[in-house]
């Protein structure tokens, strides 16, 4: 169809805006922007554990100084971003209003209580993401979440992602989607962290691996790779 045939009533998807695709056209949201969102999705609990390593502003955690001209308080003691998403009402706080709305659309239970903060991120995020298929075909709100999802995903990379010459770089991220598709993502090295955790999977992978990521040379399956 061309841009002159396109009537009002075309349907679009929510998220990229653009017209729902043939076969697509009763979805709320197309099913590549599914894909991104579900994989940036599930990223999220691997940039919530690296921004622990963001908490004390230094070496290998870039954060905003402050400069106090010889008070005390000469830098901050953590970096106060960091320690926003971190903590209840942060990151965790978004996925569970969104999880408490889809449920509700969905008759569902409410969610039980889960103890820790990175406990209730996680089964969020679970259920958010079994539950993906379902809102970007059927709940005209799915655009909530992915709004929340960029908003969140992009202030932890602000403080996670190094200035040059803060970071090593590795090589491709070897982990394998559900399609066969490798990720490739640059995976660098920070300087002070114990695991590298790739930005645009959420695949974790402890020192063990490192030589192998450099040598461009993988023969282990990653810890957390996309199922
Ligand atoms: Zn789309
Ligand atoms: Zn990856």
Same mark, same amino acid.
């Given at each position: 169809m061309s841009r002159d045939e396109t009537r009002d009533e075309t349907p679009a998807c #929510? #998220?990229? =805006? =653009?017209a729902l695709p043939d076969g697509e056209t009763d979805r709320q949201a197309c099913t590549t922007c599914q894909a991104r969102l579900a994989r940036q999705l599930r990223a999220l609990p691997a940039l919530y554990h690296d921004l622990a390593h963001a908490l004390r502003p230094g070496p290998g955690a870039p954060g905003p100084r402050v400069t106090g001209g010889g008070s005390t308080y000469g830098q901050a003691p953590v970096n106060e971003g960091a320690l926003d998403l971190r903590a209840w009402g942060g990151m965790v706080s978004a996925l569970q209003a969104h999880e408490d709305d889809w449920r509700r659309v969905l008759k569902a239970a409410p969610a039980p209580a889960r103890g820790s903060v990175e406990g209730a991120l996680t089964a969020a995020v679970e259920f958010l993401g079994a539950h993906l298929w379902w809102a970007c075909q059927s709940y005209p709100h799915v655009d909530g979440l992915a709004n929340d999802v960029r908003q969140l995903r992009a202030a932890a990379l602000s403080i996670l992602s190094p200035p040059t010459g803060d970071s090593t770089r590795l090589g491709p991220c070897p982990a394998q989607y559900e399609d066969g598709t490798l990720c490739g993502a640059t995976l660098r090295y920070i300087r002070g962290a114990d695991s590298i955790t790739c930005r645009r999977c959420g695949s974790h992978y402890r020192q063990a691996a490192w030589l192998a990521l450099a040598a461009d040379n993988w023969t282990d399956e990653p810890e957390g790779a996309p199922a």
């Open positions: #929510l #998220l990229c =805006d =653009d």
